[in-house]
């Protein structure tokens, strides 16, 4: 059974940071490119960061571009996102995601895993 367990959301204000951690289990991790993607109550999911297998060609979203650094580590099954310089637009419930497929991963389509998600808010 496949489980992606995300860590770190919680309230800070404009400007701070935050990191997110999503622990995978149930899947060899190195087999998958990994991804963010963030959704508002309401709105479409919006595609954040991708990363692929070996950690390398990650992609962001013009919106984070600068200001997220997307990683990994294979031998821990976890990925991050390192989240700098927030905005209160970057509040959300963000989501890591697993996917099979090679390329550019923006679509939240082109993933098969889901994790629970995590809460991020930002106070202006």
């Known amino acids: 059974q496949v489980q992606l367990v995300e860590s770190g959301g919680g309230l800070v204000q404009a400007g701070g940071s935050l990191r997110l951690s999503c622990a995978a289990s149930g899947l060899t991790f190195s087999d998958y490119a990994m991804g963010w993607i963030r959704q508002a109550p309401g709105k479409e999911r919006e595609f954040v960061a991708f990363?692929?297998?070996?950690?390398?060609?990650?992609g962001y979203a013009d919106s984070v571009k600068g200001r997220f650094t997307i990683s990994r580590d294979n031998a821990k099954s976890t990925v991050y996102l390192q989240m700098n310089s927030l905005k209160p637009e970057d509040t959300d419930v963000y989501y890591c995601a697993a996917s099979p497929n090679y390329g550019l991963l923006v679509l939240a389509m082109q993933y098969d895993y889901w994790g629970q998600g995590t809460q991020v808010t930002v106070s202006s």
């Open positions: 990363i692929t297998r070996s950690g390398g060609g990650p």
